[in-house]
């Protein structure tokens, strides 16, 4: 070895033994954080808490011995041509000679080594083909009196952070004569790949889970020098109160609704109307806990999910607290901090929200399902899952089949000290008992007082909502703020059409999923300060705006659908249920409900035909029985009565079953419990949260392509600049209108006329779909 000083990074300067103990300052936390958890998996696995804890603090001391290499001391100097080496790859022979005679598993009765398997794979991912091509990889290493001080330090370090039952380690000189890739082939890969699955089981993937997960979190705050950094949210009741005064200056205290979810102490189902503050609920709920856990919000859409973050900045603080995960967040991360260039620091943070490390994370009940896909950061976000308050928001919206995989998700992370939060408005009482199944404790919240509130009149039509164009234009110019709800882009179109010519450009909207994000966000904050604009404002949206806007109309006018989708409709309406303050001596919103299209019964609603059919039916006769005055009791009711097992029928349970069997499925057959999923793995697979008729895919009009140099930005890997004019098209779509990709991604560049009034500019026959 050439170098005399042996280093961890170059930028900064810090030594490896440097490196090393600012990780073991780091681990002496992570224990802390982390204590539960690993109780509950030496518990639930029968293993020796003493001995994980002793697993654990050796992983971490070794996870970075391979840097002795002299082919990496080379690198991080720029000093000379570069080489193959892997210093994750060398550590773990250093690794595998202390603990080869004392396995913490066993697979088929042959040694299973998680420790090696984390360290091996702590830049990067356990997959089959790991390390392809490093047999003949040179190793040159330190002088043996480097390993003999690094050992010594790392023997007072166990002894500082009191590890139980520690017996000193030394070095020896069989570390240094093997041959690194074989190695791990044949001792640590070789036995997952030709164990059967079923062999290598839960435990094997929990245990790989947690030594990995605490590795990362010494490793990446040690490297990052981040003292600041909070595992768990400090706020309690009492601060949280005080956010929300300053929130809202007249604040008069918590409903009683509210104050129940703060003091409950374990899982809770709230069952409250939308706009009433089941939010506030879940977040006092969720700051009611022992000890430091992760919190979780888990919501249907990204729209929702980004409003939310806000909201929760308010109560929590800055975005040092709050993260948010989903597929364009890196994008709304990176528009927020447009001042700051790609630092270290900008690139940390992005890496923080994806894996869930921070105390609190908003993110997309996706997210957390691909956890269990084995899919991204999944070990980090597994494990932030494990002993955490998961909130889960408007639970009732998911088809069967995503249902049912939520339901598994739950069920895996539910032995490991979690709680849970499910919120809905609508959930039906046959869906809340497969839900008891995997949750049978827990506590109701309620409001009895809402449940004889009425915030609309409805009024019922057999005719198309077509036919209603003239008593929406006759609404609007009365000053009201109207919203049109259409169930496919087709008639949303053709509606707003119609109404183009009597409606001035400044005061109508067309809304739906076919424009492109920059688009799309221009007309959310539009949507979303709807009130500040004086007189009338005219919105025509397929229902996108069901569940992903905080929005509050005067009138609505919307197509027949399931009722649970149109009660979040009426919740767009009306919302606060103080429209008299906008519209004095009015004191409930008109809603006029149309029946259904021929299109949207074939394509958007074909599953769930039945509902649809008895939706109709049940609300005819109610309104006419009430004079459209139906309360939120009414409504409850409803969803009880159309949502029975006869009328959702045995495809629609087997779909949950379906959704349910898929990850415990994928663990066995496909990963092996370990693996990461890769993408190109998932679209062979077709493994998804969602069954879906159409598989949807990222693409660019060319108007974008030819008016700016997208090319160059994707060349730069510049994505965050290029989601700008991205949007969502089904497959088939792409394939049928484009004959290239943008680079090397994966966006379609698509031959389509694109309005930014109007949207992607489809065929009748293509525009079936939301």
């Not at 070789?190 to 889970?209: H, M, S, T, W």
């Not at 007082?449 to 409805?458: V, Y």
């Not at 079953?657 to 993408?679: N, Q, S, V």
């Amino acid at each position: 070895m050439k170098y005399k000083e042996i280093l961890a990074k170059s930028e900064p300067r810090k030594t490896l033994i440097g490196h090393t103990e600012d990780c073991f300052e780091k681990l002496k936390l992570a224990f802390q954080w982390k204590e539960r958890l690993i109780e509950k998996i030496a518990q639930r696995h029968g293993l020796n808490k003493a001995t994980l804890l002793q697993r654990l603090f050796l992983t971490v001391a070794l996870h970075d011995i391979g840097k002795t290499n002299e082919a990496f001391q080379a690198k991080i100097r720029g000093d000379g041509p570069k080489v193959m080496e892997s210093h994750a790859l060398v550590s773990v022979s250093f690794l595998y000679q202390l603990i080869k005679d004392k396995p913490l598993l066993k697979i088929e009765d042959e040694p299973f080594y998680p420790e090696c398997l984390a360290v091996a794979s702590h830049h990067s991912r356990v997959r089959k083909d790991m390390f392809t091509g490093y047999e003949k990889m040179k190793v040159a290493y330190a002088n043996e009196a480097f390993y003999q001080d690094f050992f010594s330090i790392v023997n007072n370090w166990a002894g500082k952070l009191c590890i139980p039952g520690w017996q000193n380690i030394s070095f020896v000189q069989e570390m240094l004569q093997l041959n690194p890739k074989l190695l791990f082939y044949k001792e640590i890969l070789q036995p997952v790949l030709e164990a059967d699955a079923v062999d290598i089981n839960l435990k094997g993937r929990d245990v790989f889970l947690l030594i990995k997960s605490v590795l990362h979190h010494a490793d990446w705050l040690a490297s990052s020098g981040n003292h600041s950094y909070r595992y768990a949210v400090q706020e309690d009741a009492q601060s949280i109160t005080m956010h929300m005064k300053k929130r809202i200056p007249n604040f008069e205290g918590w409903q009683n609704f509210q104050q129940e979810a703060a003091h409950a102490e374990k899982s809770i189902f709230v069952q409250i109307p939308t706009g009433q503050g089941k939010t506030e609920a879940a977040v006092l709920w969720a700051a009611n806990r022992k000890g430091p856990q992760k919190i979780l919000f888990l919501l249907p859409t990204m729209v929702t999910t980004n409003k939310m973050r806000k909201r929760l900045l308010e109560l929590f603080g800055n975005d040092e607290v709050v993260g948010l995960s989903h597929g364009t967040a890196q994008y709304v991360l990176k528009k927020e901090a447009e001042e700051v260039q790609e630092t270290e620091n900008l690139r940390q943070h992005y890496l923080y929200n994806r894996s869930f490390f921070k105390p609190v994370t908003v993110a997309t009940v996706d997210q957390l399902i691909y956890s269990f896909f084995n899919w991204g950061y999944w070990v980090l976000t597994g494990a932030a899952a494990y002993n955490a308050s998961i909130v889960i928001d408007e639970i009732h919206v998911y088809d069967a089949y995503t249902f049912g995989l939520l339901l598994e998700t739950i069920a895996c992370i539910k032995p490991y000290n979690s709680r849970f939060a499910i919120m809905s408005a609508s959930l039906p009482a046959v869906l809340k008992e497969e839900l008891e199944k995997i949750l049978p404790d827990y506590t109701l919240i309620n409001e009895p007082a809402f449940d004889e509130k009425q915030r609309h009149i409805l009024r019922i039509r057999e005719h198309f909502i077509e036919d209603e164009v003239q008593n929406i234009i006759a609404d609007f110019k009365s000053g009201k703020k109207v919203l049109v709800v259409c169930n496919t882009i087709l008639k949303a179109r053709e509606v707003y059409e119609a109404i183009i010519d009597s409606v001035p450009i400044g005061k109508r909207m067309l809304y739906h999923s076919q424009f492109i994000l920059k688009d799309k966000k221009n007309k959310e904050t539009i949507l979303e300060e709807i009130n500040g604009i004086e007189g009338g404002f005219l919105a025509v949206c397929t229902q996108i705006v069901e569940v992903s806007l905080d929005i509050d109309f005067d009138a609505l006018y919307t197509e027949n659908a399931p009722i649970d989708a149109l009660i979040q409709r009426l919740g767009r309406v009306n919302r606060k249920g103080v429209i008299s303050t906008r519209l004095p001596g009015i004191l409930h919103a008109q809603v006029i409900i149309t029946r259904e299209s021929e299109k949207s019964r074939k394509y958007v609603y074909k599953a769930v035909s039945t509902i649809l059919e008895q939706t109709f039916y049940r609300l005819q006769n109610l309104i006419q029985e009430k004079a459209g005055c139906l309360t939120e009791q009414n409504f409850k009711q409803l969803v009880d009565d159309i949502y029975t097992r006869e009328n959702l029928g045995e495809a629609y349970f087997k779909e949950i079953e379906e959704g349910r069997k898929l990850i415990k499925a994928l663990w066995k057959t496909h990963l092996r419990y370990l693996f990461t999923l890769t993408a190109d793995e998932a679209k062979l697979e077709k493994i998804s949260s969602r069954q879906s008729d159409y598989i949807t895919v990222e693409a660019i009009p060319m108007r974008y392509f030819l008016d700016n140099d997208l090319e160059q930005m994707a060349v730069n890997k510049q994505f965050d600049a290029l989601r700008d004019f991205v949007l969502k098209v089904p497959l088939y779509l792409a394939k049928q209108n484009s004959t290239r990709k943008l680079g090397e991604t994966d966006i379609f560049i698509i031959d389509l006329a694109y309005d930014g009034n109007k949207g992607l500019q489809l065929k009748p026959d293509d525009s079936n779909f939301s």
